[in-house]
């Protein structure tokens, strides 16, 4: 039996971020945090691997600099029934694989001093009075808090008493050579033509043992996020139509599945002495980024449990305000919001206005990237954000905004 102070479950950028960021604001903690992976590194995860420069950022900021091989990305391109778009905007991120940046992220938190067990697949979890307690392959462990960062199927979660909800999306993934037609390596390519489901189909630039190679992928929607029992096509055969169409065949690639979840703001993400974070709690419906959102999660969980560490309050019942109330949580609540206008009924009148107007993906580029935002282009994204989130009124929007010393 192990006692800890914190007990981390997962051990992908969402708890081992919760744990980096925790050691910074409470040092003398650091030995008392215990990660538990269920794999050992260097363990591959289901991931187009997208990582906005805002991650980056925020690990920089606590002296943490992830040096992997790396795609640099200087911008997007959407192609829509109504046309394509691609536009750039200086470095806002890079392609990663999450084989070696999960590794890395686990060797920069023992680095400062956490434990991180591998191996340890965790069965259980329970919370009683005064802490918890989580079993798993390589003992048990207890701790006066649990986190759980274990993704989708959070065992922690579960524990919690809580349901899993209906933001949820199934997606698939490969890695190819390129193509003729391909768009250039600097760019994220977002494919949006096909209406037969509410969701895209994906082409990121990616490096496999350094070849430069194409993650391709499709991200579904499960049927009923939208609130409408529209069905949902199989993840996997929306892939192979894409695959073939480009003169790929399908059955050449070793194809990797996944789900995510969304964040429900309606549903409970803590529990005294247990809170979760990263994928175990939601993250983006409409699009599925989850790298940079897993650490921004971190970054608040860190600071979160440092204060009420600190202070021995562990009743934990405002974290889902104060996640609500960071720039994360306006993010999220915005992408709530406009997945709806996006894969619903206004679809053709949002791609026309996006083609139009680019200040709104001009935005979200900056977003991804942690830049500052003009205040000009800030006002036209703010109106397009109006249209594309029609369901909300301008008026709702703005008063959803954080306050203007909200954290990460």
């Not at 194809?255 to 964040?263: H, N, T, V």
């Not at 977003?367 to 029609?390: C, E, I, K, N």
């Given at each position: 039996m192990s006692a800890h102070e914190v007990v981390i479950v997962g051990g992908g950028p969402a708890g081992l971020s919760t744990a980096l960021f925790l050691a910074h604001h409470r040092p003398a903690l650091t030995d008392r945090i215990v990660v538990l992976e269920k794999e050992r590194y260097p363990r591959d995860k289901c991931c187009a691997g997208g990582l906005g420069q805002r991650a980056d950022r925020a690990l920089a900021a606590i002296g943490v600099t992830i040096d992997v091989p790396s795609v640099v990305v200087h911008g997007v391109s959407a192609a829509f029934q109504a046309g394509e778009i691609a536009l750039r905007e200086g470095n806002i991120g890079r392609v990663v694989r999450r084989v070696e940046f999960d590794r890395a992220l686990a060797l920069a938190a023992r680095a400062r001093g956490v434990r991180i067990v591998e191996g340890a697949r965790v069965t259980a979890a329970s919370l009683r009075p005064g802490g918890a307690r989580v079993e798993s392959s390589a003992g048990d462990f207890d701790g006066r808090v649990v986190v759980g960062a274990d993704g989708v199927g959070s065992v922690v979660r579960r524990a919690m008493g809580l349901s899993f909800g209906r933001l949820r999306a199934q997606a698939v993934e490969v890695d190819t050579e390129p193509v003729a037609g391909d768009r250039a390596r600097d760019l994220l390519h977002f494919e949006m033509?096909?209406?037969?489901?509410?969701?895209?189909?994906?082409?990121?630039?990616?490096?496999?043992?350094?070849?430069?190679?194409?993650?391709?992928?499709?991200?579904?929607?499960?049927?009923?996020?939208?609130?409408?029992?529209?069905?949902?096509?199989?993840?996997?055969?929306?892939?192979?139509?894409?695959?073939?169409?480009?003169?790929?065949?399908?059955?050449?690639?070793?194809?990797?599945?996944?789900?995510?979840?969304?964040?429900?703001?309606?549903?409970?993400?803590?529990?005294?002495?247990?809170?979760?974070?990263?994928?175990?709690?939601?993250?983006d419906p409409m699009l599925g980024e989850g790298i940079a959102q897993a650490i921004a999660y971190g970054a608040l969980a860190g600071a979160y449990l440092a204060e009420k560490l600190e202070a021995g309050d562990l009743g934990f019942g405002d974290w889902g305000r104060r996640v609500e109330r960071s720039l994360l949580g306006l993010d999220l609540r915005f992408r709530r919001r406009a997945m709806r206008a996006f894969y619903g009924a206004p679809r053709d009148r949002v791609e026309r206005y996006l083609l139009r107007e680019p200040s709104f993906l001009r935005f979200g580029m900056r977003?991804?990237?942690?830049?500052?935002?003009?205040?000009?282009?800030?006002?036209?994204?703010?109106?397009?954000?109006?249209?594309?989130?029609?369901r909300i009124g301008l008026d709702r929007l703005v008063t959803s905004l954080p306050p203007r010393d909200a954290a990460l």
């Open positions: 033509r096909d209406r037969s489901f509410a969701g895209y189909l994906w082409d990121f630039p990616t490096i496999v043992g350094g070849r430069e190679l194409v993650c391709r992928g499709a991200y579904v929607l499960h049927e009923g996020a939208l609130g409408a029992a529209r069905p949902a096509p199989d993840a996997e055969r929306v892939l192979r139509d894409r695959l073939a169409a480009l003169g790929l065949d399908p059955d050449r690639y070793r194809r990797k599945r996944f789900a995510e979840r969304g964040l429900d703001p309606r549903a409970a993400i803590a529990r005294p002495a247990a809170l979760l974070v990263g994928e175990a709690a939601g993250i977003h991804f990237a942690g830049s500052p935002q003009p205040a000009p282009d800030a006002l036209r994204a703010a109106a397009t954000g109006a249209l594309v989130a029609g």
